[in-house]
């Protein structure tokens, strides 16, 4: 897969795995990654697919309604592409902290129901529910942000309470953000994300 990787100064810290949402590529969340944490590495991914020359992480039939076997197939995709990396540039393996914005906080999230142990922790912004009424591994405290806003038409209120019940039900220990707007990712809700990020790990 297309990616950037970045040395940090602190080897100790965890590898910053970033996931663009639709349209983007392996260089928008760079920034991002660098205010949550200036000493991590930075693993920065582009998707493979294309819709309509946008990239993304998996295939959808319409806005919201999700291709589940190309989500299946791409999860594995991603899932061995970390594998990989964490062996060619020498990262520890499990020390790996998701940040995946709308499509990629979608296939970060279904990373976590299909493997276990795949991440260390993820930062979610706007994500869905990936896959419904599946079973969904155990996680032992894994700890999720999930950022949402109250008027994301994108993304309904209900899915990132679904996403925070489901995770809460498998033993994750989620905190659910919420600001007043739509889609878009705000300053406040990157600040909260730092200020858990840095009582976490
Ligand atoms: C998705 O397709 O993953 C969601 O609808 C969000 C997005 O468009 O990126």
Redesign the pocket.
Known sequence: MNHIFYKGEDSSRPTLLLLH??GGNEHDLVGLGKEIDAAASILSVRGNVLENGMP?FFK?LA??V?DLEDLQLRTEELKRFIDDAAVKYEIDRDNIVAIGY??GA?IAANLLFEFENVLKGAILHHP?VPRRGVEILEMQETPVFIGAGKNDH??PATESEDLRELLQGVGAEVELYWHAYGHQLTQDEVQAAKRWYQSKF
């Open positions: 949402g639709t993304r959808r806005e919201g999700f709308s499509n979608n869905m994108m993304c």
